[in-house]
């Protein structure tokens, strides 16, 4: 995606002939990762450890670094001494049932004897694989390569230790290395030597597994907004997202689309509860630098890459990927809840579970950005209530109340003081009767500017209720 826009910029340049750019842009030569330095390939076994880079080829020119950015070029190149990934090990024996992976990364999913499942995704990113042929040129690659270089390899780590802290489902990734191993069969070319995250996929019946809320059903996006579609009796956790989005904030995560998510399912006396395990967690700490970075993320480009500071710029603007699913999915809550959650959340990440979190990582990056990173979480945790302040405020302004495909009545009351109450009932199947309350709200009229009403499925009713003179 973010190669049309640079293109939008600095399409002159692919029109060039090669040899005729003013500056020196040296083209991407990709080489492959550095061989272990502990052990030959043939004698690593299951508690065998390598000392290895992430990725060497960030190192660049001065020139390239004003203008891409130094981003995390050190962490990528440290050496660092990760354990060794054995698929015929790993809990009990794995086997590829899958593969798979967006436009940027390699992944496996693999399946043990027990049908737990795991994924095997490749720390390298390959951004290069979304140019169309008739757009590339050494420029087009040189940009989207050095772009990556803004994540950070061993952000996810950090992610369970202030998971836990915060009250928030989470996977429990290990950075590991991948040799060029017989058992990986057909997989063994795009995925043998290189350094992949593992961890634990979220999907059905996960119930020995605290970080998952021993749940025994859990679903993908779709299929749980199928589920509120079906069943009145059916919610989402929405103060359970809230402090997931918060964590979300905390880490500079900012690509949270609907895919990003999975759903803990727990029975409740009617229908089932949905709570949130964000996964995927590429973008922590995202961080870009450099003039084309900087342009790139105004306001009216791609303004979520403005990059993991110790001030959010524009928080509205970080959560742009994910702003439908949350004006879904957090519609319930008022601004005293917003406050409350963010409070609850600076008491519980603690200094000391911002270091320990940040301290998961290999102790060479630690050593290179460790401290820079955590100066900036407990400052961004610091103003934690400020920026949920900000972000409800954005949300409110635009409300969606969305009911099922059983039949509702959508109540709509106009109060004193400038108020308005919504109310959705759950009505008999005659729609004889009103038999339960299953969303309601009061908006201020200096917060909220539109509530959209959307009744699905049967013949609602809606009714609009005021006892408050016009004059």
């Known amino acids: 995606m ?23 842009f040296p083209t991407f030569q990709p080489s492959p990762l550095a061989q272990p330095a502990t052990k030959s390939i043939e004698s690593l076994s299951l508690d065998s450890s390598v000392i290895i880079r ?14 891409y950015g130094e981003n995390y070029r050190a962490e990528w190149d440290a050496l660092v001494t990760l354990p060794v990934f054995n698929i015929g090990m790993e809990h009990g024996g794995l086997r590829v049932v899958q593969r798979g992976g967006g436009g940027q990364t390699l992944s496996l999913r693999l399946e ?17 694989r979304n140019i169309p042929d008739n757009m590339c ?76 809320g021993y749940a025994k059903e859990i679903y993908g996006t779709e299929k749980m907004l199928e589920k509120l579609q079906e069943d009145q009796d059916n919610e989402v956790d929405q103060q359970a997202f809230l402090r997931a989005r918060l964590l979300d904030l905390l880490i500079g995560d900012w690509d949270r689309h609907e895919d990003q ?45 403005q990059g993991f500071k110790e ?48 301290h998961q990582m290999p102790v060479s990056v630690v050593r290179l950005s460790g401290e820079e990173i955590i100066r900036k979480l407990r400052v961004r945790r610091d103003n934690l209530v400020h920026y949920a302040e900000t972000y409800y405020s954005f949300l409110a302004r635009t409300v969606v109340v969305i009911g099922t495909d059983k039949k509702e009545l959508f109540q709509v009351e106009r109060l004193a003081d400038q108020r308005t109450r919504v109310t959705v009932f759950k009505l008999s199947k005659k729609k004889e009767r009103v038999e339960q309350i299953i969303f309601q709200r009061t908006f201020l009229s200096d917060e909220t500017e ?17 006892d408050v003179s016009r004059g």
């Open 112 to 128: 043990a004897d027990d049908k737990h499942q795991y994924v095997l995704r490749s720390v390298r990113k390959f951004p290069e």
């Open 450 to 466: 539109e509530i959209h009403f959307f009744g699905l499925g049967d013949d609602d009713d809606f009714r609009v209720v005021s």
């Open 261 to 305: 998510w999975r759903w803990a399912s727990f029975e409740k006396d009617k229908g089932k509860r949905f709570v949130p395990i964000p996964r995927d967690r590429d973008q922590v700490f995202y961080n870009s630098e450099g003039l084309l970075p900087t342009v790139i993320s105004w306001e009216f480009i791609l303004p979520m890459f």
């Open 137 to 212: 040129s050494p420029f087009v690659e040189e940009v989207v390569q050095n772009q990556t270089s803004a994540s950070h390899p061993f952000g996810a780590l950090t992610v369970p230790d202030l998971a836990d802290a915060a009250g928030v489902c989470h996977t429990n990734p290990q950075i590991m290395y991948v040799p060029d191993d017989p058992q990986l069969g057909e997989h063994r070319s795009t995925h043998g030597r290189s350094l992949a995250l593992y961890e634990e996929r979220p999907d059905e019946d996960w119930s020995h597994l605290k970080s998952f």
């Open 2 to 24: 973010m190669y049309r826009f640079l293109l939008l910029f600095f399409w002159p340049l692919l029109l060039l002939p090669s040899g005729s750019l003013a500056w020196d």
């Open 54 to 67: 992430a990725n060497p080829n960030f190192q660049t020119s001065q020139f390239n670094r004003w203008l």
């Open 311 to 358: 001030k959010v710029r524009n928080v509205n603007s970080l959560f742009m990927n994910a702003k439908d699913i949350d004006r879904r999915l957090l519609n319930g809550l008022k601004r005293d809840d917003w406050i409350a959650a963010a409070q609850r959340m600076q008491a519980c990440l603690t200094d000391a579970v911002i270091t320990q979190a940040i």
